[in-house]
């Protein structure tokens, strides 16, 4: 039976996607160093709300615009954060084999 293969319209929704996932552990990053920063400089507790709070949203919003690129792009169902090659649910290639 012929697996069909949908791994070039996954490549190219992940190239899409890839400036979310940048925003994503960067910002993530951002507010880590940035909060030992203030801790470490004494900042004031509400500016470090303000910045915990900016952060997480930034955060936030950009894990669900990462959303998309945990379903399958056939059947659309949730692959989980491991995406194998192929869809666990309805078979078609996600990932191409490595060269
Ligand atoms: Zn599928």
Redesign the pocket.
């Known amino acids: 039976m012929e697996v069909e293969d949908?791994s070039k319209i996954y490549q190219e929704r992940q190239k899409k996607y890839r400036p979310f996932a940048y925003a994503f552990f960067g910002d993530l990053l951002i507010l880590v160093v940035g909060l030992l920063i203030m801790i470490k400089f004494g900042a004031d507790v509400f500016l470090l709300q303000i910045f915990g709070f900016v952060m997480m949203l930034g955060i936030f919003v950009s894990g669900i615009l990462l959303v998309p690129l945990m379903k399958?792009?056939?059947?659309?169902?949730f692959?989980g954060r491991d995406i194998g090659k192929f869809?666990?649910?309805?078979?078609?290639r996600?990932l191409p084999d490595k060269k």
């Open positions: 949908y399958c792009p056939k059947c659309k169902k692959m869809c666990a649910y309805c078979g078609v996600i």
